[in-house]
């Protein structure tokens, strides 16, 4: 919804809704997202601010004339894409992001419903962004939790996107590629499989080992109570307090870190695993040999 002049939007808040809001384009923290319940699009601009809704069309039109009125333009042509785990949203990736850009990539963390679609589907929309990405020729994927499992699925789709950039590192931080236990425990109470969603069920053990296999360098980052014992006394070994240390593990890893005192939900926002995975992109390495 444009104002007078037919640039400047007129700007609203939003009301969340992180897990019936799905990204559709991003360039630059810009975003049109689609509801799944709805079909209905909105643009938002990078603070989250409603500029303008309706079709992916019309949303797609009132992003074009303000990149032209604004010479809206991504910081770098390394895309660094952001995925969040499961019932989260792209604001846990937000440290990420910011540190990322801060280091000169163009790091945007992508939302996606994770309790209402499968990794099949979160698959396809991520895909979707990408092949209408601009500007990008080298392109990073940096997940946590399922997210990870979502990225597993999207390289193996061989989508558009992956013959016109160049595709550096997947980094995969608490993801459950052996399968999950808590999982398990959750998707045999057959009362919440409306509320958990598709996804949560394609992590048992018997079918996250059947995911595809990074076709792309990968690093794992796992989280660790540290005396073998974990923090999750339903789990076995050590543990994150979500997932296990043994099912973080995939054979062709280029790096694995295992971080001692660290747990699932908050892994991914400290310090010190941020600039390791920044590191993690450029070398290859999370930490820096001695």
């Known amino acids: 919804m444009a104002s007078g ?10 009301l969340g809704g992180r897990q019936l809001w799905g990204d559709e384009f991003v360039h630059a923290g810009y975003r049109i997202q689609r509801n799944v319940m709805s079909g209905h699009h909105r643009l938002l601009d990078p603070r989250d601010l409603r500029l303008s809704g309706g079709s992916f069309d019309e949303c797609r039109e009132t992003f074009d004339r303000l990149r032209e ?12 894409v952001l995925l969040h785990g499961y019932l989260r949203s792209k604001e846990v990736m937000h440290p990420m992001g910011r540190y990322l850009r801060a280091q000169g990539y163009d790091a945007w963390a992508l939302n996606y419903p994770s309790t209402r679609r499968t990794l099949e589907d979160h698959a ?17 994927l940096v997940t946590h939790s399922m997210g990870g499992m979502v990225a597993r699925v999207l390289l193996a789709r061989e989508g558009r996107w992956m013959r016109r950039m160049t595709l550096n590192r997947l980094v995969m931080i608490g993801t459950p590629n052996q399968g999950a236990e808590l999982a398990e425990h959750l998707v045999s109470m057959a009362a919440l499989d ?27 980052v796992a989280g660790a109570k540290g005396d073998g014992r974990g923090w999750n006394p339903l789990l076995p070994g050590d543990d994150d307090m979500t997932v296990t240390v043994d099912s973080v593990h995939l054979p062709g890893s280029e ?11 908050f ?3 400290r310090p010190d695993v941020i600039r ?12 820096e040999p001695g």
Do not use: N
């Not at 396809?124 to 990073?140: I, K, M, N, P």
């Not at 390791?276 to 930490?287: D, H, N, P």
């Open 5 to 14: 002049d037919g640039i400047s939007p007129l700007v609203l808040p939003t």
């Open 194 to 220: 409306v509320l958990l969603g598709p996804a949560l069920a394609q992590l048992h053990r018997d079918k996250a080992r059947r995911l595809p296999h990074p076709v792309i360098p990968f690093g794992l």
């Open 124 to 140: 396809a929309q991520v895909e979707a962004v990408l092949d209408r990405s601009e500007g990008a020729r080298t392109v990073s």
């Open 267 to 269: 892994i991914h926002q």
């Open 255 to 265: 790096d694995v870190w295992i971080v001692q005192g660290a747990v699932h939900t």
């Open 276 to 287: 390791g995975v920044e590191r993690y992109l450029r070398t290859g390495r999370f930490i």
């Open 69 to 80: 009125a604004k010479g809206i333009q991504p910081v770098s042509d390394h895309l660094v």
